[in-house]
């Protein structure tokens, strides 16, 4: 489950009581329902709307998921679940306790109102939604609750399967939901983060993958890959980016649901930090500057989408550098023009600032950075790039440069400076 923030009822919002106060989009009424639960807005609407009571909304989820089941039969599941899961006002999904809820609330509704195999993939639906929510790792009521849930989630898909009616029709309706499902039983054992439990995760997210790639199913098919490949990387413990994956889903993503979705803003960030991680600095950086833009004006600022990306950009505008024998610091800027270079302990909290000779410095993997004073390449002084090798007996950074047709290079450390705020791209 996601972290909370402190803004999630209109109090805590500093909105103001009396004639202005917000209300319940459901039931009209001003303050706490008759429980004494405040009203709670956790998505992405504005100002005094989408402020709703809990109850309220899963009062208005169970109606709508009623109609959905009735006018849509099969291929109603997924708005079924919609129905609990995204703000009918702004259209984007719940976050935090809201979704946390609501989810629970929506497998509590589906397993009393739908039992009926029939019904299964609804409750399977739900479920796999579920598991996507808890945190079984830290929350030992969750771990109790995922694995009984998966359990139940195994037992409805054979149910439906032994059927004689259900059984006939499966791969032409049903098999879509055992994929999803597989592929959210593997995210819980995944999340459990144990030797047992990630070998489990890999196998169920493996036949998920299988079913989406024999039925074509080009997004859920990545998202499976792209899963594995972490699941792998856990287990081996070898990193594993798979910036190639990462990028198709952003672009699927951006094609198909928008560039201003809280999902593609997040396949996004993911982008961008798998190439910071990759030590392409300069076009991570600025790919996460462009979402943060992007979900702060779509989202606003108390948006986890937001929040998420603000704190990505914040990690990745650190500047580390190294001295000679190999201590980190991080770099915050520049002093005397340019001779010295003022530094952080990052091991120590609150350390103070340091000024070192900026001669003495090494920019470290990932650093972008700026030649200054060459002699022999004079082409490339004032042009920026990213540190992709270090190498401390040579005394040289190998450089690849932002600027189309310029060729790597290796750089002595003494003709480059970091480079703090990233000059826009028609600078």
Same mark, same amino acid.
């Given at each position: 489950?996601?972290?909370?923030?402190?803004?999630?009822?209109?109090?805590?919002?500093?909105? +103001?009581?009396?004639?202005?106060?917000?209300?319940?989009?459901?039931?009209?009424?001003?303050?706490?329902?008759?429980?004494?639960?405040?009203?709670?807005?956790?998505?992405?609407?504005?100002?005094?709307?989408?402020?709703?009571?809990?109850?309220?909304?899963?009062?208005?989820?169970?109606?709508? %998921?009623?109609?959905?089941?009735?006018?849509?039969?099969?291929?109603?599941?997924?708005?079924?679940?919609?129905?609990?899961?995204?703000? +009918?006002?702004?259209? !984007? !999904?719940?976050?935090?306790?809201?979704?946390?809820?609501?989810?629970?609330?929506?497998?509590?509704?589906?397993?009393?109102?739908?039992?009926?195999?029939?019904?299964?993939?609804?409750?399977?639906?739900?479920?796999?939604?579920?598991?996507?929510?808890?945190? +079984?790792?830290?929350?030992?009521?969750?771990?109790?609750?995922?694995?009984?849930?998966?359990?139940?989630?195994?037992?409805?898909?054979?149910?439906? @399967?032994?059927?004689?009616?259900? %059984?006939?029709?499966?791969?032409?309706?049903?098999?879509?939901?055992?994929?999803?499902?597989?592929?959210?039983?593997?995210?819980?054992?995944?999340?459990?983060?144990?030797?047992?439990?990630?070998?489990?995760?890999? !196998?169920?997210?493996? @036949?998920?993958? #299988? &079913?989406?790639?024999?039925?074509?199913?080009?997004?859920?098919?990545?998202?499976?890959?792209?899963?594995?490949?972490?699941?792998?990387?856990?287990?081996?413990?070898?990193?594993?980016?798979?910036?190639?994956?990462? !990028? @198709?889903?952003?672009?699927?993503?951006?094609?198909?649901?928008?560039?201003?979705?809280?999902?593609?803003?997040?396949?996004?960030? #993911?982008?961008?930090?798998?190439?910071?991680?990759?030590?392409?600095?300069?076009?991570?950086? /600025?790919?996460?500057?462009?979402?943060?833009?992007?979900?702060?004006?779509?989202?606003?600022?108390?948006?986890?989408?937001?929040?998420?990306?603000?704190?990505?950009?914040?990690?990745?505008?650190?500047?580390?550098?190294?001295?000679?024998?190999? =201590?980190?610091?991080?770099? *915050?800027?520049?002093?005397?023009?340019?001779?010295?270079? &003022?530094?952080?302990?990052?091991?120590?909290? #609150?350390?103070?600032?340091?000024?070192?000779?900026?001669?003495? &410095?090494?920019?470290?993997?990932?650093? +972008?950075?700026?030649? @200054?004073?060459? =002699?022999?390449?004079?082409?490339?002084?004032?042009?920026?790039?990213?540190?992709?090798?270090?190498? *401390?007996?040579?005394?040289?950074?190998?450089?690849?440069? =932002?600027?189309?047709?310029?060729? $790597?290079?290796?750089?002595?450390?003494? $003709?480059? /400076?970091?480079?703090?705020?990233?000059?826009?791209?028609?600078?």
């Amino acid at each position: 489950m996601t972290s909370t923030n402190n803004k999630r009822t209109a109090a805590d919002a500093g909105l +103001p009581e009396g004639d202005n106060a917000p209300c319940c989009w459901v039931c009209l009424e001003e303050g706490p329902d008759k429980t004494g639960a405040p009203l709670v807005r956790d998505c992405s609407c504005r100002g005094s709307s989408g402020f709703a009571h809990l109850s309220c909304i899963i009062k208005h989820a169970e109606s709508e %998921g009623r109609r959905v089941a009735m006018e849509n039969a099969e291929t109603g599941a997924a708005l079924f679940a919609k129905a609990f899961e995204y703000c +009918p006002n702004c259209k !984007q !999904q719940y976050q935090n306790e809201v979704i946390y809820k609501l989810t629970k609330a929506a497998v509590d509704f589906t397993d009393r109102e739908y039992k009926d195999v029939t019904c299964g993939y609804l409750l399977c639906h739900t479920l796999s939604n579920r598991l996507t929510v808890i945190d +079984p790792k830290n929350n030992a009521d969750d771990k109790a609750e995922g694995e009984e849930s998966c359990t139940k989630i195994l037992s409805i898909i054979e149910d439906m @399967k032994c059927n004689e009616l259900l %059984g006939l029709f499966w791969k032409e309706t049903y098999v879509y939901f055992e994929a999803t499902a597989y592929g959210a039983i593997g995210g819980f054992f995944m999340r459990l983060d144990t030797e047992e439990s990630l070998t489990k995760a890999k !196998q169920y997210v493996e @036949k998920a993958r #299988d &079913i989406f790639r024999e039925t074509e199913n080009e997004m859920p098919m990545l998202m499976a890959e792209k899963k594995i490949a972490s699941i792998e990387s856990k287990i081996s413990g070898e990193e594993n980016l798979c910036v190639d994956t990462l !990028q @198709k889903i952003y672009a699927y993503l951006q094609r198909t649901i928008g560039e201003t979705d809280p999902q593609t803003i997040g396949a996004g960030a #993911d982008v961008a930090e798998a190439l910071c991680l990759s030590f392409h600095a300069i076009e991570g950086e /600025r790919l996460l500057s462009k979402l943060v833009e992007l979900s702060r004006r779509v989202h606003g600022m108390d948006h986890e989408s937001t929040k998420r990306s603000m704190s990505y950009l914040q990690r990745m505008k650190e500047r580390i550098v190294i001295t000679q024998d190999g =201590q980190p610091f991080i770099a *915050l800027r520049y002093e005397n023009d340019g001779d010295k270079c &003022i530094v952080k302990d990052p091991t120590i909290e #609150d350390e103070k600032e340091t000024r070192m000779s900026a001669s003495g &410095i090494i920019p470290y993997l990932g650093t +972008p950075v700026v030649c @200054k004073g060459l =002699q022999q390449l004079t082409h490339l002084n004032g042009k920026i790039g990213d540190v992709r090798k270090v190498d *401390l007996e040579e005394g040289k950074c190998q450089v690849h440069f =932002q600027e189309a047709g310029l060729e $790597h290079a290796k750089i002595k450390f003494n $003709h480059l /400076r970091v480079v703090f705020d990233l000059p826009p791209l028609d600078a």
